[in-house]
């Protein structure tokens, strides 16, 4: 809308107040208390946003808080019934002595009222053959039963999922193996780098079984002054490495960092905007955090790194999540 001008006065198009402006507008004009109703109304809009956060944040403490209460009440019911049994058992105070081995007794004869039963089993007869070979038949069906149930078994098992990090994860097992611990595994690699991870693809999937979903979060620990080219190159091949093992493959944006600089916090972004069009482009999946992360510094452990327990799980949330509709 362009603004009115009637007789040396200007109009606001959002009131529709007219104003004495000596500076003449072409494009729309607002007046000074709706430029600050304007900018109050943005403020609100991103505190609202923020209270949402928390409100998320808020429920996922009260989640683990009464997980971790059924736990505790479980371990505590456990060891009141060992105590029982404790009770119930006859104890025996033992003296200084000497005590002796206890001889065994010799066990009672056997009769046969055959005498020649027993020289046939020793001679080897067509029976006791017979007993031998019956025994190894049971033996192998026993076997062969056991394999084809664990085959059926092995087919039958869930899909694994594997997350790789650095020390960013070092809490986040808590709410990514809460529901399944035996197929859930978070490898925390403290201090690692690109290169790190791209030594130990082979053994932190060794045991993933077949296909798992993989999510890495890797890059905090990297510096890219003068080795920005480097560094790419160590993203392709932990891509590559992981790819000949898994077709679920997912990364995760680096975090911001509060204590770092100016500088250091352009890096980072101009990192993750690389990696998201690298795995656009090689098919793999990508997982923002910035916006959530980047507003949240109550997230962050004082030492301005870390992630507090809030924090872990609040990107442990968001990593199953996006691990489970890999899956799904």
């Given amino acids: 809308m362009s603004c009115s001008n009637i007789e040396g006065l200007t109009q606001c198009t959002a009131c529709h107040m007219y104003a004495v402006v000596e500076q003449q507008f ?3 004009y607002l007046c000074c208390g709706c430029e600050r109703i304007a900018t109050l109304e943005a403020r609100v809009r991103v505190l609202e946003e923020h209270v949402a956060t928390l409100r998320s944040i808020n429920n996922l403490e009260r989640g683990l808080l009464l ?3 059924e736990l505790v009440g479980s371990d505590s019911r456990g060891g009141g019934e060992q105590q029982k049994d404790d009770r119930a058992v006859s104890w025996v105070t033992v003296r200084k ?6 001889k065994r007794e010799a066990a009672p004869g056997f009769a046969h009222p055959n005498r020649f ?3 046939c089993e020793e001679d ?3 029976n006791s053959g017979l007993a031998v070979l019956g025994e190894a038949d049971l033996s192998n069906s026993r076997e062969t039963s056991f394999s084809s149930s664990g085959g059926e078994e092995s087919r039958a098992r869930p899909k694994q999922m594997v997350v790789i990090g650095d020390s960013i994860i070092r809490k986040v097992d808590r709410v990514i193996c809460q529901a399944d611990r035996f197929n859930r595994t978070v490898c925390c690699l403290p201090g690692a780098r690109v290169r790190h991870v791209v030594d130990r693809v082979d053994t932190l999937l060794g045991g993933a079984g077949h296909d798992p979903a993989v999510l890495v979060h890797i890059g905090t620990n990297d510096k ?4 920005w080219g480097t560094l790419k190159s160590e993203f392709r091949d932990l891509g590559s490495k992981i790819r000949q093992r ?3 493959v997912i990364f995760s944006e680096i975090l911001p960092v509060p204590r770092a600089s100016l500088g250091r916090q352009r890096e980072l972004r101009e990192l993750n905007a690389w990696l998201k069009s690298w795995c656009r482009k090689e098919g793999f999946g990508f997982l923002e955090h910035w916006a959530d992360f980047s507003l949240g510094y109550n997230l962050y452990s004082p030492d301005g790194l870390h992630l507090n327990g809030r924090g872990s ?5 968001r990593m199953v999540k996006r691990l489970e509709e890999c899956l799904n």
């Fill in 26 to 28: 072409q494009s729309a």
């Fill in 67 to 69: 997980t971790e209460q």
């Fill in 97 to 102: 002595s000497s005590v002796g081995k206890r």
């Fill in 117 to 119: 039963a027993r020289l």
């Fill in 124 to 126: 080897g007869s067509v």
């Fill in 224 to 227: 890219m002054n003068g080795r």
């Fill in 246 to 248: 898994s077709s679920n």
């Fill in 313 to 317: 799980a609040v990107l442990g949330e």
